[in-house]
């Protein structure tokens, strides 16, 4: 079974549609992130937290809300989704246990038209 | 904030030949320099990582090093082999946690049998 899992995995949606998207991790990790991967950009920062308490913005977070539901969970929002957030959503976790290595999940594809 | 370079963004070789991927960064307090290896259809995955009190580090076929001075750190795949062919990603953090990342644009390397 993946340790980082992300649902779902592809989604279509409208322009103007809230769209959540999950990830839950079983490797007991205390840290989080969501990053977005676009074709030539490599991947940027969304949002990541650092236990349940604790949330920051990334590099791209305008557009973009976060819920850290349990150490497990952490949910990335899209409030009113627009074209251009289409992208591949990449979900991560690390901790102590793992060093520095970030372990991220299989991506979710948000197309929004 | 930190600005990470790659290059080039495409590179083929023949099996059996050495493949070398450069990076830039801009921020001189960064410390931790990892690179990821991404398949095709899933998350990147951590294949080797450097500090900054290090100026190289090996594990098997793959190197990398590092000049601080310089800002530049690079990939040395040896012995390429078809499985290398996947999309490679360098990255940096100025936190000894690596938990900030900011990543490079990406190299799609392809291994010609």
């Known amino acids: 079974d993946a340790d980082v899992t992300q649902t779902p995995r592809n989604r279509i949606t409208k322009t103007g549609k809230r769209i959540m998207l999950e990830c839950s991790q079983t490797k007991g990790h205390d840290r989080m992130y969501w990053y977005r991967q676009d074709p030539g950009l490599g991947l940027r920062l969304i949002y990541y937290?650092?236990?349940?308490?604790?949330?920051n913005k990334g590099e791209i977070s305008d557009g973009y809300s976060v819920s850290r539901q349990a150490q497990a969970k952490f949910s990335l929002s899209l409030e009113s989704a627009i074209p251009n957030q289409t992208a591949l959503y990449f979900c991560?976790?690390?901790?102590?246990?793992?060093?520095?290595?970030?372990?991220f999940g299989p991506g979710t594809r948000l197309t929004v038209l | 904030g930190e600005n990470v370079e790659q290059h080039p963004s495409t590179l083929s070789v023949q099996e059996g030949d050495s493949a070398v991927i450069k990076c830039t960064y801009s921020?001189?307090?960064?410390?931790?320099f990892p690179w990821y290896k991404q398949e095709l259809g899933k998350g990147p995955q951590l294949i080797i990582d450097i500090r900054s009190n290090v100026g190289e580090k090996k594990d098997q076929r793959i190197a990398v090093t590092l000049n601080k001075t310089a800002k530049h750190f690079s990939l040395h795949i040896t012995e390429t082999q078809p499985e290398d062919s996947a999309v490679y990603f360098c990255a940096a953090s100025i936190e000894t946690s690596g938990s900030r990342l900011t990543f490079g644009e990406g190299t799609q390397l392809t291994v010609n049998p």
């Open positions: 921020d001189s307090a960064s410390n931790y």
């Open positions: 937290s650092f236990d349940v308490k604790d949330i």
């Open positions: 991560a976790t690390s901790g102590p246990t793992g060093g520095n290595e970030q372990f």
